[in-house]
């Protein structure tokens, strides 16, 4: 069943969004540091930090993407904040996050939402507590990468086989890790940036092979970024959003695996981290999240066309 109903006033696009950004209806509420994923033509939209109180929520949020119309859904078992999420066969899956208030404890565990029975239900916990995680699915398995605990960023790469509900480990990543982002296309893991104490955010980006066990090193993203989110458009990817020490990041990149090289997309309106990030064939969705660095909320979503945004003629150096 599902709790409360769609919004019925729809806030105005700004006339200030970049050209190919779309202003679609916000979300009924105001979070960051929540995670995100598709299921049809819906987008679930999960824990957080929520204004006005900055608590943690256990919060979840449904997208319909054909009415622009956004709805309650039963709230997760427990609040998180920083948890990954992924789809898989018409159910969503949320691992780790951070159970109390800022980053005080990590958790393993691994939840399903299945949305025609509206109902939440407890799988076998992850071998790591971890959060500021990043995941994907690629055939029957859930990859989980990266991501911290007890202030230590992981290079650590973990694997679910739904079909056994088993976990087992994999090669770990080239650097550990928090704040990164992954996506999943032509059955790679593609994991991106992110940040680690004292280091700052990196640009770096890797996919996993899983037909062969192994890491492959791509070119570094345009702009490190840590706090964002990445989407796939057929077999290009996308990274958006994130936060540095001169505010939430604007710049959007687009990786193209025919060409081998990241190319400039339209700069995001409503520059945030903390956000959610998902697609559906040729559009991206930007969910939510903080526009100042910290603690901070939006209800904001935007979206864009790849098919009308103009790709830059150029690529890094």
């Known amino acids: 069943m599902l709790i409360g ?4 006033r729809k806030e105005p696009a700004r006339s200030a969004l970049a050209k ?5 209806r916000h979300g009924k509420l105001k979070r960051t540091e929540v995670a995100a994923a598709r299921v049809g033509r819906f987008i679930y939209v999960v824990g957080g930090f929520q204004a006005p109180s900055g608590k943690t929520t256990a919060a979840a949020e449904r997208y319909d993407i054909a009415r622009d119309r ?15 999420a992924a789809a898989y066969r018409r159910s969503v899956y949320v691992l780790g996050g951070y159970r109390g208030p800022g980053s005080a404890r990590a958790v393993s565990t691994l939840y399903r939402y299945q949305p025609r029975l509206d109902r939440w239900s407890r799988l076998p916990n992850a071998p790591t507590a971890r959060a500021a995680l990043a995941v994907g699915v690629i055939g029957r398995k859930l990859y989980a990468a990266g991501g911290a605990n007890l202030g230590n960023a992981l290079n650590t790469l ?14 770990g990543m080239s650097t550990a890790r928090e704040h990164l982002a992954a ?8 994991v991106l940036g992110g940040r680690a104490a004292g280091k700052g955010n990196f640009s770096i980006a890797e996919r996993y092979v899983p037909a062969q066990s192994r890491w492959e090193p791509l070119p570094d993203l345009r702009k490190a970024r840590g706090g964002f989110a990445a989407a796939t458009v057929g077999r290009r990817v996308a990274a958006f959003g994130g936060e540095e020490a001169g505010g939430t990041i604007a710049e959007v990149e687009l990786y193209d695996p025919r060409l081998g090289r ?11 981290h903390g956000l959610g990030g998902s697609s ?9 999240g903080g526009p100042t660095p910290g603690l901070s909320f ?10 009308s945004a103009r790709v830059a003629d150029q690529s890094r150096r």
């Open 298 to 307: 939006s209800s904001v979503f935007e979206a864009l066309d790849l098919r």
């Open 70 to 84: 956004w709805s309650r859904v039963r709230p997760m078992p427990v609040p998180l904040n920083h948890p990954a």
């Open 262 to 272: 990241w190319t400039a997309l339209p700069d995001l309106p409503s520059p945030r």
């Open 183 to 190: 996506t999943v296309a032509g059955e790679m893991l593609y």
């Open 280 to 288: 559906r064939g040729r559009r991206i969705y930007v969910i939510e």
């Open 20 to 24: 190919s950004w779309t202003g679609l």
């Open 5 to 8: 109903s769609a919004d019925s």
């Open 158 to 171: 973990e694997i679910y086989d739904f079909n056994r509900r088993r976990w087992s480990t994999g090669p």
